[in-house]
């Protein structure tokens, strides 16, 4: 299994700033996506990032708002730009190990809590 | 056509009992289906999986059944504890990876 890290785990933000959340995976893992949850609902996939190249972002999240980076196997980051009360939520970070596990085997992180004001 | 639908929203069940939870889907593409556990304050944690060529697969205390022509799956806990306690996601594999959750159902184990 792959254990994965996020910080920060929470931040409380002004409307109009950014926020960079962190992702690292304890190993190397083959993917490595995005997921937005607000307070009580289910997990929605922002985008999947890919190392080495640009992310692929799913319908209604574009790369202005929510920019990702890859830089390689381990570590992929997500900022959430111009931020405004809506973007209160939870995001996780999830990866797939591949490997005698499989690429459909999906962990995540804990997430990190934004409330912006 | 990329949903899957959960129910119930949430359970209340006497320890001890079996607490069944119910995911329906229509896209046949999907060719994976998880089962995540999440409790307050952390991320969801993969529970059990199946293939859509298998109709039961079991895990402990966890089962899940699956049905392929209904397009239908669920979970099925044994002997719920009150450390079953947590919201369940269902969720589907599609187009390499990319996972899409059911609505969650909100178990309560009631000792």
């Known amino acids: 299994s792959a254990v994965i890290s996020q910080k920060p785990s929470r931040d409380i933000c002004q409307r109009g700033t950014s926020l960079t959340i962190q992702c690292q995976v304890d190993?190397?893992?083959?993917?490595m996506f995005w997921y937005r949850q607000q307070p009580g609902q289910s997990l929605t996939l922002i985008a999947t990032a890919n190392q080495g190249s640009e992310a692929t972002y799913e319908s209604g999240f574009v790369i202005d708002k929510f920019p990702i980076s890859r830089p390689n196997l381990t570590f992929s980051t997500l900022t959430v730009s111009n931020m405004s009360p809506e973007d209160s939520s939870i995001y996780l970070c999830s990866a797939s190990a591949g490997g005698t596990e499989g690429a459909d085997t999906q962990y995540f992180g804990p997430g990190t809590r934004l409330t912006v004001l | 056509q990329q949903q899957v639908k959960q129910s119930p929203q949430s359970l209340i069940v006497q320890k001890g009992g079996i607490s069944i939870i119910n995911c329906a889907y229509e896209?046949?593409?999907?060719?994976?289906f998880p089962w995540y556990q999440q409790f307050p304050g952390k991320g969801p944690a993969l529970l059990i999986a199946?293939?859509?060529?298998?109709s039961e697969k079991k895990e402990g205390r966890f089962t899940i059944s699956f049905n392929k022509s209904a397009k239908q799956f669920s979970l099925h806990i044994m002997d719920s504890q009150p450390g079953d306690s947590a919201t369940y996601f269902c969720?589907?594999?599609?187009?390499?990876?990319?996972?899409?959750f059911g609505q969650g159902t909100e178990l309560s184990v009631k000792p």
């Open positions: 969720a589907a594999i599609y187009q390499g990876g990319k996972l899409i």
């Open positions: 896209n046949t593409a999907f060719d994976y």
């Open positions: 190993s190397q893992v083959t993917m």
């Open positions: 199946i293939r859509p060529d298998v």
